[in-house]
Nanobody
Framework: VQLQASGGGLVQAGGSLRLSCAAS????????IGWFRQAPGKEREGVSY????????YYADSVKGRFTISSDNARSTVYLQMNSLNAEDTAVYYC???????????????????WGQGTLVTVSS
């Protein structure tokens, strides 16, 4: 199982980025994908979650209305569109996969089985 996160970079406050999580080595439809982030000195936190087979998405309160998660099953890729970025969004962003496709405990890192390597998002104010 491999997850490859990409799309991070440096952006000014108010700007946008789109992160991608390319998955391989497993049946994509059987898994749900979560995005997490970890800022320096802070714990890893759940940002968003998608289970395309169940048709559900979840967001942390801090990103609702600004971030949108989507899935392209044909490409085995999940995207995180991030708009109206602010300095508090600065973090390393990780994607993770788990076979449990429902939403329970989606924001807990230990509820996921596989992790990508992370991509750094830096928002300058």
């Amino acid at each position: 199982v491999q997850l490859q996160a990409s799309g991070g970079g440096l952006v000014q406050a108010g700007g946008s980025l789109r992160l991608s999580c390319a998955a391989s080595g497993f049946t994509f439809d059987d898994y749900a994908i979560g995005w997490f982030r970890q800022a320096p000195g802070k714990e890893r936190e759940g940002v968003s979650y998608i289970s395309s087979s169940v048709g559900s998405t979840y967001y942390a309160d801090s990103v609702k209305g600004r971030f949108t998660i989507s899935s392209d099953n044909a490409r085995s890729t999940v995207y995180l569109q991030m708009n109206s970025l602010n300095a508090e969004d600065t973090a390393v962003y990780y994607c993770a996969a788990r076979k449990w496709r429902y939403g329970s405990r989606w924001y807990f890192p230990d509820a996921f089985d596989y992790w990508g390597q992370g991509t750094l998002v830096t928002v300058s104010s």
